[in-house]
């Protein structure tokens, strides 16, 4: 960060405490300025990475027809894979969570009954979080750490509430669009396409063609150097920032911009 100072008889320890204050503030709890001023918080969507890493993500709410299929796909090319499930689905299904979690794929939270997060209390979206945690728990014997919204939707107080438990909200940057049905060879095509070194790829549970499409997906990526890792060791740790596009990246001095502290000073 370049950091201006104006000097004033007076005035320059307190601009200093303010300053710090930003900094803090914007390290602690990434987000965009947007034009209103508002800070807009922001999920993650993908992450600053310089190796040739990405995340493949299930959505699991409804269907559980391919489940198994799914971990023999995954299971054939070493590929761990982080699978976000609602809670009612863990009721439903808890033999293949626990199948899921055995073959090594991570089982993080989706909510509890997959509501439009926006429209809940604080109370009740830390309700459905916390149910779907419980769920997942008791099945796995571990805890979730990150949260895709249901609907890909949210507002400032999900995300707020979200990292207030201690998670990471996570979104995507490819989206398969593997719900709407299409061909195998599009989705293929659609996800090949888009990714780039630090991707989250959304594909869902239950999807008419993904179990065809999912191997030429994986061996197409895996012919052009890529690697899969869940999406808890893509993120990164420590202190960062998230621009405007959603990209997690890591903190450097300037990243929190040029501080002109004239008007404070």
């Avoid at 055995?102 to 989706?110: R, S, T």
Wanted: charged residues 25%; contains cysteine; glycine residues 6%.
């Amino acid at each position: 960060m370049k950091i201006v100072f104006f000097r004033r008889p007076g005035r320059t320890v307190l601009a200093a405490v303010l300053l710090a204050a930003v900094i803090f503030a914007v390290l602690s709890h990434p987000a965009v300025v947007g034009v209103s001023g508002e800070a807009r918080e922001l999920p993650i969507y993908c992450v600053q990475r310089d190796d040739k890493t990405v995340a493949l993500t299930f959505d699991a709410a409804w269907g559980n027809e391919d489940t198994q299929q799914l971990i023999e796909i995954l299971g054939k090319y070493h590929v761990r894979a982080t699978f976000f499930v609602v809670g009612d689905w863990v009721e439903k299904y808890p033999e293949s969570v626990r199948a899921l979690a055995e073959a090594g794929h991570e089982i993080m939270n989706h909510s509890d009954t997959h509501p439009h997060m926006s429209q809940l209390s604080r109370e009740e979206m830390i309700a459905e979080i916390e149910a779907c945690n419980d769920k997942i728990e008791t099945v796995t014997g571990v805890r979730p750490t990150l949260l895709r919204p249901p609907y890909g939707e949210y507002d400032n107080t999900v995300i707020r509430t979200v990292r207030e438990l201690g998670m990471e909200p996570i979104q995507w940057d490819v989206d398969s669009l593997d719900w709407k049905d299409l061909p195998a060879d599009e989705i293929c095509r659609r996800v090949t396409e888009r990714v780039e070194p630090g991707s989250i790829v959304l594909f869902h549970n239950a999807a008419l063609h993904t179990p065809e499409a999912l191997p030429e997906i994986i061996e197409t990526l895996i012919g052009e150097g890529y690697s899969f890792v869940p999406v808890s060791q893509l993120i990164l740790d420590g202190a960062c920032t998230i621009d405007s596009n959603g990209r997690q990246c890591p903190c450097t001095p300037d990243d929190a911009g040029t501080a002109t502290l004239a008007g404070l000073l």
